[in-house]
């Protein structure tokens, strides 16, 4: 058969290989027409004939109209003398096996006719798609085609993260071939091929409705009486911005906003939710905020997600306002929380907010800012109180764990890349957004001051658009060049090209993304965790099951800081714009206290 049908001749492999893609198309368009018996029948194996030289032997009648066309032999006569011509009609299994053979041709017959169809939202994926992919479908709650054109429409294009080792390769490739098929199946919306976050902001009103309800800011409108035009505080006279209502002043004063993409989420974050709760919640313009509104949100703020529902003092229940963590804008599941916020965290908005109107006061938008006269002092809250002890960092030993376990891992792509980023990020305390912002273009030497050498250095843009300057040590150093020649590039990072990245996708030079390489470390963190809990360590395990990136950020200040290093150098090498911010490291020394404390015991 291969030497008279392919190309490539007698190739016993291709030839393997190109009978079971047959086998496999054909049953999988016997599925998609819901015939499950011809598509095990295609499926079926024939064993290896053991009289395969021997001619192929007729039926019972096909004989007597070749033999005894005039009835001449009695039916004993004919058998016996078939029986003589044939002996191996009385072999059961070659019986068997030519019966398979005529069911299999006859169920071939049937699926050659329904080969040329297009997919529908009612097959299954196992109609279409190869065994392994189908069953990881299957496993993420994915069994149909219209299951899976609703996933995606509803996740967009990081749909796939819910699906067991998918990727986003194999992701693109699923939705190429949906896209091939968009006359059954309809079109896929932009926000499936590409990241939210890469498309313009005026895509989500093309994917959502305006309306007045708990929805992003873009697609959000405020009735005409709500909408800051002739809010209470308005400034007397006009703005000297190009606003004329409380959702265009938010969009100038975010334009003003420069720094990093998550500053500036940060900020939107924070306008957003007072936008939504000053008209929807409290039934006002932002612009009509006063004093006593202001105290009443800080208080909702500090309560949300965490106050019984028969003691929730406000209108809209909670539930209204949270929902699951990582759901896109344009789903109409999202909501502005996704849970209660910290102490730390409502200060933090407040901040934020309480900057939103005093920039709104200086540019004559608003006439006084309201925040002023308000107090920070949060709402009684039964909850937790906020870490007296800096409790999110990994102890020495519990570091020395975390290499030991790492370096008893399998030699892949995924844990070469992880030698050199954990090492990396507990070095030099860089931010997530640092981490993955490094390039081989920021590196750069200086010559050593006493003695021959000379020192790495790392050249970060951190918080605000500020550059500094960080240093690598040696084994860094080292870890980096292993990983670089991991990766197929010059060991001396300098010989590579300058928009090398300094952590990479898998397979690939291109950079990770922020959300990837955050989701690695919490699953190496999470994996360590069930490692220590094998061992009966199930306290230490809780660590790591806590653990997140920013653990390493603040791993490093803490190790530096009990080696002895000066603050004011803490401060130099994480980026922090106020010396009280890098002091957490330094001011507390419980763990001295207790060892006073047991000595004594």
Known sequence: MADRYLETGLDLRLAKGTLTWLRDTLSQAALRQGKRGEARLLRLHLAPNPQAATPAVPSLDDFRAEHDPDGFYREEELI?????????????????RQRLMERQLKALDVIERLLATDPVPGDLVSAWFDKPVADRLVLAGIPTIGALLERIRERGYRWWITVPKLGEKGAARIVAWLRGYESSLGPLPDHATAPVRSLPVSMLTQIRVRETAIVPIEVFTAPQELAGETGSNRHPGRPRIQATNDHQAIESWLATKSGSPNTSRAYRKEAERLLLWAVIERGKALSDLGVEDCAAYRNWLSMLGR????????RIPQGEWIGR?????????????????????????????????EWLVQVQYCAFNPWSAVGRKLAASPDTPDDVELTRVFSTGQWDYLMSFLDALPADDATSRLRFVLPFAQATGLRLSELVDASIGRLYTMPLKDGLGVRWMLKVLGKGGKWRAVPLSSRVMDRLREYLAYRGLDPDPLANPPETPLISRLGSQEPVTGSALYKTLRTVFHQAAESLAADGKDQEAKAFRRATVHWLRHTCGAHLASSGVPVNLLQKLLGHASLATTSIYTETDDERLWAEIESRA
Do not use: C
């Open 325 to 357: 963590r990582n759901t896109p804008r344009f789903s109409p599941a999202w909501r502005p929380f996704d849970g209660p916020l910290s102490a730390s965290s409502v200060r933090h908005a407040l901040t934020i907010i309480s900057g939103l109107f």
């Open 307 to 314: 106050t019984n529902p028969e003691q929730w003092p406000f």
């Open 80 to 96: 016996r003398l078939y029986l003589e011509t044939f002996p191996q009609a009385a072999d059961r299994k070659i019986r068997q």
